[in-house]
């Protein structure tokens, strides 16, 4: 990059740093919802996600957060955030493909836009989806050794009358 | 028990846990090792280290049964008086000093190696043991540690009475032998290290000059003696023949001395080390450690930092910790938790004396309120206070992000870096690097300040959770760091971020970083991923350029100016492993954005003088952008846009840097390049 571009990049990031819900939105068009019920809804798709993976499975070493979005300056907003949760899914290593590809079919079913799908050659592979409702993602990934699958879930950008407050976010135990 | 309102059984009682619980483990720690700690050589025979060694497993077997009881004792009595004061039933005393049991005579014995000895000598057991002594010497810290920390109190949960006294005498006593114990069980592991290296190296010399008398015709025995074949002295001549036999005799002589001087030399220090049956290694506090003793190891490579911690008992690493947070939080070369507890000792420093000092301003500025008006000075005089008040205010807020910021990570947060002057440094890491077995380090761009800390850590925590889901085996073998150890460039304030002065720097300060990282890691297998991000990219190129390059398996790049390089094979690492990301719409790496920034429909309003200037400095560029395919780099795919979200949660963007992280190069979807094997 000639240093020209630099100098005016950086001159329209700080000009572009305004406050969004960091998906480019005005922080008053964000959707309003409580950060606890944001929580729930990460962990409604996970349990979902989980039942489609093995009906009856377990969600393993969960953790939820609810941090801060950020701008396109890389600003922070006291108020719009979003929920996240990662969790593990136990699936035995020969079911890890034939799995992904029933996931995609359900999900192309369901009008979910697939943003990533990968299969790899020792059998395991990754998936991507949002869904089309309230633009949650998906992330499906096999782990190493494939035992089971990484599942991370996150909501878009929601505001919150409460503040951040990190000690106070609601967030599992650590794994 | 001696009168006393202020008694706090619940915390003796907790004490009295964390005595049971140090000294507990001080017993089994080398219960579990005790066999390995022996050196049992089956060919030799002969070596007094042997000797030594296993004398010195006798007497530590002995110290460690003393030590056992000793804190049981104790514990007892802080456990009884817990209950004693809880039932409110004062009568009972703490014991006195218990009857410590002796142990066995160590044995101390000039070598008496022969030749057959020395050749037939193995290293292996000498290496067995000293890494038993070494891990012994490692558990006896982290049981002093967890002692001192865990009685540290005591003071305060029984301040008053004779009974009180006499356990606080018992907690010290206790404290200084379990803290006096490390160094010596460490240099015996030294010791023992030094002989098997020593062996091997005498060993090899000695069949080097076997091999030569051999080569000339000679013959040597197994006790070592020389001799010529009669048809040497009739064929050649019997002078030269006298001469290389008495040439090699002496050779040998002189190699069976080194080897002897060396054993003997090992099992005397071995000897030194042992405990005195009685006092075992006493209750002498160690010599405090000077401001100027840390300070100078600030300007030290890590590695002789690490190897100043090790010679510190676990009483002085506490010492320094307390009396020196600010300089012992700073020191590449410090385990991970040794640092992470001075650092928030530092931050807890600074908050303190900041409230202290705004309650100060509060109250000066209440006395003036309500005192006579005093004109225009005293008008002044509210006004510098008020603004004074303010200032320190904002501090306070700025600091308690830092502490709000770590409260949230919980276990997780470890606080590897903290400095509150100027801008402000700040190293922070999600999980342990010491233990996990795979850590990024982060380095962030323009503008980061310490007030920054909620969103960057939002990234390198974004980070260590897809990486640590991708890894089933262990929980928490992920962490990652934000590292701001260095002061980034501000924009549009000045043209630092231009030029190379800060990156060169922080590059300087991210190699040390780097190394310390590795020194201090616990062991089994370990990979560090440096990723940059922005300006950032520019400090991990120069970490990389200088020198034996950055001590890293693979360079991250996402929104890169450039690497003050045109390619990655400059970067002193195999260019498979340098992985660039771009954002469409990230004017700072997507060639794409030029024109329309050039266009120039969001510059319009900046103060032209701003872009003139700054763009006198086009010269000081940072080189390709290294995404672009003649860096020679990876160029790993991404999905999101803009130059802050390389980061986001349910990006394929993060997660193709979780599978670098983690090692999984073939499942990092690449735009070109290919993956290293």
Same mark, same amino acid.
């Given at each position: ?175 | ?58 007497? #530590? ?105 006499a356990a606080r005498w018992r907690a010290a006593a206790l ?132 190897? #100043? ?46 409230n202290q000092r705004a309650e100060d301003l509060r109250q ?314």
């Amino acid at each position: 990059m000639s240093p020209s571009r630099i100098i005016l990049c950086f001159v329209v990031l700080t000009l572009a740093s305004g406050c969004t819900g960091g998906s480019g939105k005005d922080v008053e068009s964000v959707k309003k919802v409580p950060r606890a019920e944001a929580i729930g809804m990460v962990n409604d798709y996970a349990a979902r996600t989980a039942g489609l993976i093995t009906p009856g499975s377990k969600l393993e070493n969960p953790a939820t957060s609810a941090p801060p979005c950020e701008g396109r300056g890389g600003e922070l907003s006291e108020t719009v955030y979003y929920a996240a949760g990662h969790y593990q899914v136990a699936v035995p290593a020969d079911r890890h493909l034939p799995t992904l590809r029933r996931l995609r079919e359900h999900w192309q079913q369901e009008g979910y836009r697939i943003k990533r799908d990968r299969e790899f050659p020792d059998g395991t592979g990754d998936l991507i989806v949002q869904s089309p409702a309230d633009e949650f993602d998906i992330t499906v990934a096999s782990t190493d050794p494939p035992t089971a699958f990484a599942l991370s879930i996150s909501s878009p950008c929601y505001q919150s009358d409460e503040p951040y407050q990190p000690a106070a976010t609601p967030t599992s135990s650590p794994r | 028990m001696g009168g006393c309102l202020e008694v706090d059984p619940e915390r003796l009682r907790a004490i009295a846990g964390s005595v049971d619980e140090a000294v507990g483990k001080f017993q089994r720690g080398y219960a579990s090792r005790s066999v390995r700690l022996a050196p049992v050589d089956g060919r030799d025979g002969g070596w007094a280290t042997g000797v030594a060694a296993r004398s010195a497993t006798t007497r #530590w077997d002995a110290l460690v049964r003393r030590l056992d009881s000793a804190g049981a004792y104790f514990g007892g009595v802080l456990s009884t008086a817990a209950a004693e004061f809880e039932a409110e039933d004062r009568e009972a005393a703490p014991g006195h000093r218990g009857d410590y049991g002796a142990g066995s005579q160590g044995g101390r014995r000039l070598s008496e190696l022969t030749l057959h000895q020395l050749l037939s000598c193995d290293p292996a057991p000498y290496v067995e043991a000293a890494a038993a002594w070494e891990e012994w010497a490692e558990e006896v810290d982290t049981m002093a540690e967890v002692y001192i920390r865990g009685v540290r109190d005591l003071g305060d949960a029984w301040p008053d009475g004779d009974a009180a006294e006499a356990a606080r005498w018992r907690a010290a006593a206790l404290r200084d032998e379990l803290s006096n114990a490390y160094q010596p069980a460490q240099q015996i592991g030294w010791a023992l290290r030094q002989l098997a290296d020593g062996m091997v190296q005498i060993r090899d010399y000695t069949e080097t000059i076997l091999a030569g008398a051999r080569a000339c015709g000679l013959e040597v025995d197994e006790a070592g003696a020389v001799t010529a074949p009669l048809d040497m002295y009739r064929s050649g001549s019997p002078e030269e023949a006298a001469r290389l036999v008495d040439g090699y005799a002496n050779d040998l002589n002189s190699v069976l001395e080194r080897a002897r001087g060396l054993d003997d030399q090992i099992a005397q220090w071995i000897a030194a080390m042992m405990p005195d049956p009685v006092l075992g290694f006493g209750t002498a506090a160690s010599r405090p450690i000077s401001r100027s003793e840390v300070e100078l190891q600030r300007r030290l490579p890590p590695w002789v930092v690490q190897a #100043w911690w090790h010679t510190l008992t676990p009483m002085q690493q506490e010492q320094v910790i307390h009396d020196f947070p600010e300089l012992v939080g700073w020191l590449d070369g410090v385990p991970a938790d040794d640092r992470n507890t001075a650092n928030r000792l530092h931050l807890d420093n600074d908050l303190s004396a900041l409230n202290q000092r705004a309650e100060d301003l509060r109250q000066r500025v209440a006395d003036l309120q309500d005192g006579p008006s005093g004109g225009l000075s005293g008008n002044n005089a509210y006004r510098m206070l008020h603004d004074e008040l303010a200032s320190v205010e904002a501090d306070i807020a700025r600091l308690d992000k830092v502490k709000s910021t770590l409260n949230g990570l919980g276990a997780k947060g470890f606080l590897l870096g903290y400095d509150a002057a100027g801008d402000g440094k700040l190293i922070l890491a999600v999980g342990n690097p010491d233990t996990a077995a795979h850590t990024a380090v982060w380095v962030p761009g323009t503008n980061t300040e310490l007030e920054d800390i909620h969103s960057n850590t939002e990234r390198v925590k974004n980070l260590q959770q897809d990486a640590d889901t991708l890894t089933q085996e262990a929980v928490g073998d992920v962490a990652t760091i934000m590292w701001l150890g260095y002061d980034a460039p501000e924009f549009p304030d000045n043209t630092s971020v231009v030029t190379y002065g800060r990156s060169e720097e922080g590059g300087a300060a991210l190699d040390s970083f780097v190394d310390g990282l590795r020194l201090t890691h616990e062991g089994g297998e370990y990979s560090v991923t440096a990723i940059g991000h922005s300006y950032g990219t520019a400090v991990v190129a120069e970490a990389a350029l200088r020198g034996d390059g950055l001590a890293v398996n693979d360079i991250v790049v996402a929104g890169s100016p450039g690497m003050h390089t045109d390619n990655a094979a400059n970067l002193n690492i195999e260019p498979r492993h340098v992985w660039a990301g771009s954002a469409p719409g990230d004017p700072f790496s997507d060639p794409n954005e030029y024109p329309a920034v050039v266009a120039g429909e969001a510059v319009g309003g900046v103060g032209g003088g701003v872009v003139t200037g700054l763009t006198l400095a086009f010269d000081h560029g940072h080189g390709i952008s290294p995404h672009q395919p003649e860096f020679g780099a990876n160029q790993f795919h991404v999905d999101t846009s803009g130059h802050s979200d390389y980061w986001k949660q349910g990006s394929e963007s993060l997660l193709n840097q979780a599978y670098i992280v983690v090692g999984k190069y073939d499942k990092v979807t690449l735009d070109h390049g290919s993956p290293p094997p």
